[in-house]
C-alpha cells in the first residue's frame, strides 16, 4: 500500500481513469479499469455502473459529463436492432456502449443485449436513466434539458413501453430472468424486487419532468394510478416481518373467487427453514419476488435498499429492513459489504435455478457472493432512517481492504472474505460507491442535497 495515497485518494485515480471521451468530450466511464479484465465489455460504460460515478459527479458539481451521458444513451436509441428476426420496442435504452474506431473516426456502438451473454434484456436501463435525469435537474436547475422535444420524446417512448399491457396480473412490473444488476439465468424472472423499486423511482420522475400539455395527459394519468397500486401492492404482498409470517404460516389454500384470501394461492409449506428465527419483533424485509404460488423469500440487497430509498418501503419498514441489517451483520454485510443475496441457492436448487452456472456457484456472483458496488445505497439507506451507526462500521470495514485489494468486482464465501474467484480489479462502481459513501458520511452538509436529488 502506498503511504501518501489515501483510499478515497486512489479510488478517485480509478474514476478519473475511467472516464469515457467521445469526440473529446467525456460521456461515461468503462466499467473496469482492468487490463486483463475477464471480458471485453468491461471496457464499455454500462447504464447502471455509471450512477454511483455520476452522483459522485453531481456532489463535485461535474455535471457536464452527466448531460453528455443523458443525451448520448438517448441517442443510442436510433441504434436499436432486430434481434434474432424480431423488432424491438423504441423505449428500450442500451445495457452498455462503447467508443470505436471506423475508418479513423470515433463512431459509438449500442449494446440492447445483442452481444451481451445469454442475450439478456437491460430493462433497468431505462429505469436508471429517468432516476438520473431527474438528480441531474435538481442538482443543476436545467429544466430546459428535460424539456426539450428530444428528452420529452424519449420519456414517452419509454412510458410507452414500460405501462404498456403484457400479461400482468398485478401492478408489478413483469420481466424476464437476468433483467437488471443481476444479469445472468438466476430464478429472478416475473416480479423481481429490484426492478419494482426502480419502476417506482422511475415513475416519480416521470410524474414531475413530463409536461402537463394535451398529448401527455393520458400518460401521466397512468403513472399516476401506477404509482399508488404500485406501492399498495408491494407493500401488501412483499413485506415480510414476525405478524406476515404467522399469517403466511397458516394460509388456508385452493380459494377460488373474490374473496379470496391467500389470492396467489401460496402454500405455507414454501417457507424456508431458515426464515423461522431469521426475523426478530424488530424486523423484516421485502421478499425478492412474488408470482402464482410463489414466494421468493430471499433477501435481495439492492431491492430492500432502493425502496428506503425511493420511498417504496414505509418508514417503519424501513427501520425494520435496516435491524435486519444489525442482527444478522455476519451474514448480509460479512466482512465485506455488501451480500447481493442471501441464502445462495444451493445443491440441486442451483442447478435448476441457474442453469449449472459455474460462475454463479454458491456464494459466489450473483449467488451470494459480496458485493462493495452496494456500499453506496447502504449508506445512503442507512443514513435516511438514523442508521449512521451501520454506515460507519460497514465503511470502516470496507475501505482499507478495497484499496489494498485492489477494488475488486465482488468477493466470495459465506462472510465474502475472498476476492471473488472471476472477479475484475479496479472496478469503478466499486470505488465510486466507497467514494460516495465516505463523502456522505463525512460532509453532512452533503447529506441534504443529496436526499433531494434521490427523493426523499
Ligand atoms: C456484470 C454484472 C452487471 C454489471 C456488469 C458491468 O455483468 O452482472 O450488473 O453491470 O458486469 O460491471
Redesign the pocket.
Known sequence: MDAATSPLEDAYKVLNSSILYFKNKPVGTV??CDPEAV?P??QEC?V??FIPAALVFIMNGETEIIRNFLLTVLDLKSQQKVMEGHQRATGLLP??FRVVENDGVEILQADFGDRA?GRVAPVDSALWWMVLLRAYVIATGDKKLAHSPAVQTGMRQILELYLKESFETSPAMLVPDAS?????RMGVYGHPLEIQALFYGMLRTAKELLLPIKENHVLLEMVTKRLQTLRSYVRIYYWLDRDRLNAIHRLKTEEFGHEAVNVLNIYPEIIPDYVDGWLSERSGYLVGNIGAGRMDFRFFSSGNLLSILFGLATNEEGQKIMNLYDEHWDLLIGEMPLKIVYPAEEGERWAWVTGRDPKNVPWS??NGGNWPCLLWEFTAAAIWTGREDLAHLAVHQAEDRLYKDQWP?YYDGRKGSLIGRRA?YY?V?TATSLILSKRLLEEPGSIDSFKAVLFT
Do not use: P
Open positions: 466499467a473496469a471480458a465489455n468491461y454500462f447502471r455502473d445495457a452498455s451473454i437488471f444488476m443481476i444479469d445472468r456472483y450473483h468486482e475484475n472496478q462502481w
